[in-house]
C-alpha cells in the first residue's frame, strides 16, 4: 500500500515539474510565414503611414537636385555624348533608394530601442533569418517605392529611355538590400540618434556624393578619383545609369560581382547578429 501511494505522488510531482517547465521558443521546423508576413507589412505600414515625410519628401529633394544641377548648372551640356540631364537622373533615382532603404530598417530598430519594443521582435516565434527577412524586406520596398515615385517624377525634365533593363532591376534591387542590411546593422549597434546621425553624415553622405552622380570620377582631383574607385556606390550608381543610358564608366563585372558580395556577405553579417542577440538580448 506504500508503495502505491509513493507511486502516485511520485507521479503527481512529475506531472506538477512538467506543467511548470517554460515553452520552448521555437518548436517547429519550417518557416513561420505567418509571422515573417506579419513583420513585413508592419515594416511596409510603419513608412506609408507617414508618406508625406518618407515618399514626398524625397521626390521633392530630386526635382530640387534636378532643378538645381541640370537647369541651373547643366544647361545644355553634355556627358561623353549623353544630355546631362539623363546622365545625372539615374544617380538621383538610385540615391533615393540608398538613403530610403537605409533609414527605413534603422530608423525602425533604434525606435524599437528607445520605446522599449525589442521584446515584441525576439518574443514571437521568429528565427534570426524571418528576422532578417522581414527587415530587410521591408527596408527594399520602401527604396524601391521611392525611387519608382521619383523615376515618374524625373521622366519628364529628363527625358530617360530604357537601354539595359536587366541592369536597371539587378543594381536597383541590390542596392535597396544592400543599404537595408546595413542599416540593419547600424540600427543594432547604435544607442542614441547621435550614433546614427554619425553614420549617416560621415559614412554614407560621402559614399553618395563621391559615388559619380553628378560628374564622370574621373575628372576628381587625387586622392578623391581613387577613392571613388573603391567605393560601392560607384558601382551601383554607374551599374543603374547603364541600364538607362547604355553607357558604364566603370567595369560592369565588377559591379556585378560586387553588388553579389555584398548582399551576399551583409546579409550573413545581419543573420549572425541576429543570431547572437547583438545589443537585444542580455
Keep these: ?21 517554460p515553452p520552448q521558443p521555437r518548436d517547429y521546423p519550417g518557416v513561420n510565414w505567418e509571422g515573417l508576413k506579419t513583420l513585413y507589412v508592419r515594416e511596409v505600414r510603419r ?18 537636385y534636378m532643378l538645381v544641377f541640370v537647369v541651373a548648372v547643366g544647361g545644355g551640356r553634355s556627358v561623353n555624348g549623353v544630355a546631362y540631364g539623363a546622365f545625372v537622373a539615374p544617380g538621383l533615382i538610385l540615391m533615393q533608394v540608398l538613403s530610403n532603404a537605409f533609414a ?26 524571418e528576422l532578417l527577412a522581414g527587415f530587410g524586406a521591408g527596408a527594399a520596398t520602401r527604396g524601391l517605392f521611392v525611387g519608382a515615385v521619383s523615376l515618374v517624377a524625373i521622366v519628364p525634365f529628363a527625358h530617360l529611355s530604357v537601354a539595359q533593363p536587366w541592369a536597371i532591376l539587378y543594381f536597383g ?9 546595413i542599416g540593419i ?21 560621402p559614399m553618395t556624393f563621391l ?21 560601392p556606390f560607384f558601382y ?3 551599374g ?43
Design 211 to 231: 559615388s559619380g552622380t553628378f560628374y564622370l570620377i574621373e575628372r576628381l582631383p587625387e586622392p578623391f578619383r581613387t577613392f571613388s574607385k573603391f567605393n
Design 173 to 181: 534591387l541590390g542596392a535597396a538590400l544592400i543599404m537595408g542590411f
Design 104 to 129: 527605413n530598417s534603422s530608423s525602425s530598430l533604434l525606435q524599437a530601442k528607445f520605446n522599449g519594443l525589442m521584446g515584441d521582435f525576439i518574443t514571437p516565434p521568429l528565427s534570426p533569418f
Design 240 to 282: 543603374f545609369r547603364y541600364g538607362f543610358i547604355g553607357r558604364a564608366e566603370g567595369s560592369l563585372a565588377v559591379g556585378v560581382a560586387m553588388t553579389a558580395v555584398l548582399t551576399i556577405g551583409l546579409g550573413l553579417g545581419c543573420l549572425r547578429m541576429f543570431q547572437v542577440g547583438y545589443k537585444i538580448k542580455t
Design 236 to 238: 551601383l550608381i554607374d
Design 1 to 21: 500500500m506504500n508503495d502505491v501511494a509513493t507511486g502516485l505522488a511520485a507521479s503527481v510531482i512529475s506531472h506538477r515539474d512538467e506543467a511548470v517547465l
Design 47 to 64: 513608412f506609408i503611414k507617414v508618406g508625406t515625410q518618407t515618399l514626398a519628401a524625397p521626390v521633392v529633394t530630386a526635382l530640387l
Design 185 to 205: 546593422m547600424a540600427g543594432l549597434w547604435a544607442e542614441k540618434f547621435d550614433h546614427m546621425a554619425a553614420v549617416t553624415n560621415f559614412v554614407i553622405m
